[in-house]
């Protein structure tokens, strides 16, 4: 049974990374809801700062009210899943119009952030924190 073109929404597709967050993120023609984990972007996010660091590829390619956005996210905090989300969402606008390409790339918003939490190592506290030294 073939499926028709009208049957099957045009979706986006990007995968967002953050520290230890990933995000998949799907871009479909609409209003401009968003939804994480089954969750409005609000609720998920909690903070204000953090739901406009979301919308900011969306906002710069004045597209924030012709998409919906549907993101599944896992690992890290919630601050890593927000830039994940924002990394997503920067390459699904990619993948929908390559156009776009040029304007996202000077906001920085396809560079993936390669910050990453160091690993402890013996003899210390934490990655660099010593234990307190004493001469005597």
């Known amino acids: 049974m073939a499926r028709t073109k009208a049957a099957a929404a045009v979706k986006y597709y990007g995968t967002g990374r953050r520290k230890e967050a990933i995000a998949k993120v799907w871009l479909i023609p609409g209003t401009g809801e968003i939804t994480v984990n089954n969750k409005p972007l609000r609720d998920y996010v909690g903070r204000e700062t953090l739901a406009m660091l979301v919308k900011q590829p969306l906002v710069a390619v004045a597209m924030a009210d012709k998409f919906n956005v549907v993101a599944r996210t896992l ?52 990655a660099r924190k010593a234990f307190q030294f004493s001469k005597r």
């Open 75 to 126: 690992g890290g905090g919630v601050a890593g899943q927000a830039g994940a989300i924002r990394h997503g969402i920067a390459r699904a606008l990619v993948s929908s119009d390559e156009a776009l390409r040029t304007v996202l790339r000077r906001a920085g918003f396809l560079t993936r952030d390669p910050r990453e939490k160091e690993r402890k190592k013996y003899g210390l506290k934490r």
